[in-house]
């Protein structure tokens, strides 16, 4: 092996070039050198030629040179295509695209795009979401654009007027609720887990585990805003102001019965294990209150985790955050999302 010594920057860089690969590994290995890893290069390859031994499946990608978006998420603009490209498993395709449910199509199944040698040459491809049965707008870049999906003729869909999307406190500030008369008339556990969770971060309302569930922030709730206001919680409805009638009564004196030792045991005063029994009823019917406020919002088992689903986003069932569309990959979610969801995943390994 030939010295250092003397080296410039750029003879060391020639020699170190001219070297063959095994040569290199070598000198890397006795110079204690550490490999730089190459970044994993994430660019789709549009255009390029059709490769038979790896998935056939046709994709779609924005084209990079051009910054025009469409309007409407739905509608996707200058689309390129390329081939997936990933190992083959069975039948020409990824394992990705045999199961995959963000790739899935209501109509044209597991291939919506077809496959990249199958010579299709369309204005446009459509692809309906299995999970939110939307559908989306492949418009091919060249080719043109039917009048429906131009972006000057692109009307937003209305809502649909669900039991979801009408809930009372969905766009209510905490500020504009009346936490009084929620608390006076048992109605803390009609409101959704974000607003709970927003009115306990305001008022550092403490809890005792860090998987908090709904039942929490209702039982903690509630002890705090009748401290606030000084409610009982076993008060008894306001009574109305009419004077009882009263009723005659006869001189007969009243005939004593005998009781036993038991039966003399005041009603109000019951034992440590009644006591137990007590608190274990109610918060199993909190428990089950709040799993039947669950069965009206749907749900989507994402990567093996569940989430509830609201206007096509995949929102936490415990802390009620929006994370990303359920029709994309969560490595395409925002960096929150994506946290969420890793930390998520790394709860449920843990558990299996």
Same mark, same amino acid.
């Given at each position: ?55 056939? %499946? ?8 051009? /910054?025009?978006?469409?309007? =409407?998420? !739905? &509608?996707?603009?200058?689309? +390129? ?118 009115? %306990? ?8 585990? /860090?998987?908090?569930?709904? =039942?929490? !922030? &209702?039982?903690?709730?509630? +002890? ?129």
């Amino acid at each position: 092996m030939a010295s250092t010594a003397g080296f410039t920057k750029q003879s060391w860089l020639d020699f170190f070039n001219g070297l063959e690969p095994n040569e290199k590994e070598t000198l890397v290995k006795e110079l204690g050198l550490q490999k730089i890893p190459q970044k994993k290069n994430k660019t789709k390859t549009p255009n390029k030629p059709f490769n038979p031994n790896l998935c056939h %499946a046709r994709m779609f990608c924005d084209d990079p040179d051009s /910054d025009q978006k469409h309007p =409407s998420k !739905y &509608i996707h603009s200058n689309q +390129i295509a390329y081939q997936c490209c990933s190992p083959i498993v069975e039948d020409g395709l990824c394992k990705l695209c045999l199961n995959s449910k963000k790739r899935k199509c209501t109509e044209n199944g597991i291939t919506p795009f077809g496959k990249y040698n199958d010579q299709q040459d369309p204005d446009f491809f459509t692809r309906n979401s299995v999970d939110s049965n939307k559908k989306h707008v492949y418009l091919i870049k060249g080719k043109p654009i039917p009048e429906e999906y131009k972006s000057d003729n692109t009307q937003t869909t209305p809502k649909k007027n669900t039991k979801k999307n009408t809930t009372k406190d969905d766009d209510v500030s905490i500020d504009d609720i009346d936490w009084k008369q929620k608390i006076t008339n048992d109605e803390i556990k009609k409101l959704k887990v974000k607003t709970l969770k927003t009115f %306990a971060q305001k008022n550092s309302i403490p809890f005792n585990t /860090d998987k908090i569930k709904k =039942s929490d !922030y &209702i039982r903690e709730i509630e +002890i705090f805003l009748r401290n606030k206001y000084d409610i009982n919680s076993n008060s008894n409805p306001p009574q109305d102001d009419t004077p009882p009638v009263e009723t005659p009564q006869d001189d007969t004196p009243p005939v004593e019965t005998p009781q036993d030792d038991e039966s003399t045991q005041d009603i109000n005063e019951t034992t440590p294990e009644q006591t137990n029994n007590l608190y274990h009823d109610d918060d199993h019917f909190a428990e089950n209150e709040d799993d039947d406020d669950d069965e009206d919002t749907p749900t989507i088992e994402i990567q093996g985790v569940m989430y509830h689903i609201s206007d096509g986003f995949a929102i936490d069932i415990t802390t009620g955050d929006k994370l990303g569309p359920i029709d994309e990959d969560p490595d395409d979610w925002k960096s929150a999302g994506r946290k969420i969801h890793a930390k998520n995943l790394e709860i449920l390994q843990k558990n299996m």
